[in-house]
């Protein structure tokens, strides 16, 4: 089984309603993401996934959050935690991949660090 990741970075405001303490404030992040690819079969050239369409994908959706309020946004009005953050940006590479002929299966994960040290995970089953 061949794993393959690529990152992205975004940096985004949001702030926590249902949170008591300082992240119930405004405040903002420099997010990092890493999307996580996994297969068995290798193309003629030895590859999973190309790199190059991976990072393409995942630059593509973290550009839609980059330099925003993510409370204004549709998608993440209930409280965008770094959770929310993980599952919105595997369900947008879903569709990203069917549109690149990329097996949709394939994509096993999306991990959204707020911190260095702080990240969530939202996997595949």
């Known amino acids: 089984m061949y794993t393959l990741s690529v990152e992205a970075d975004f940096a985004a405001a949001h702030f926590l309603s249902h949170y008591r303490g300082k992240c119930e404030n405004l405040h903002g ?3 990092r993401v ?10 003629q050239g030895g ?3 190309d790199f190059g369409a991976l990072k393409e994908i995942l630059r593509h959706i973290t550009g839609e959050l980059d ?3 993510l409370n204004e946004l549709l998608c993440f009005q209930n ?6 953050i993980a599952r919105y940006i595997f369900d947008k590479a879903l569709f990203r991949f069917q549109d690149q002929g990329i097996d949709p299966a394939m994509l096993q994960a999306v991990e959204v660090f707020e911190t260095p040290g702080s990240m969530a995970r939202f996997e595949r089953d």
């Open 79 to 84: 409280d965008p935690s770094a959770e929310r």
């Open 67 to 69: 330099h925003s309020n």
């Open 34 to 43: 890493r999307l996580l690819v996994r297969g068995k079969n290798l193309d």
């Open 29 to 31: 992040h420099n997010y």
């Open 47 to 49: 590859m999973l996934v």
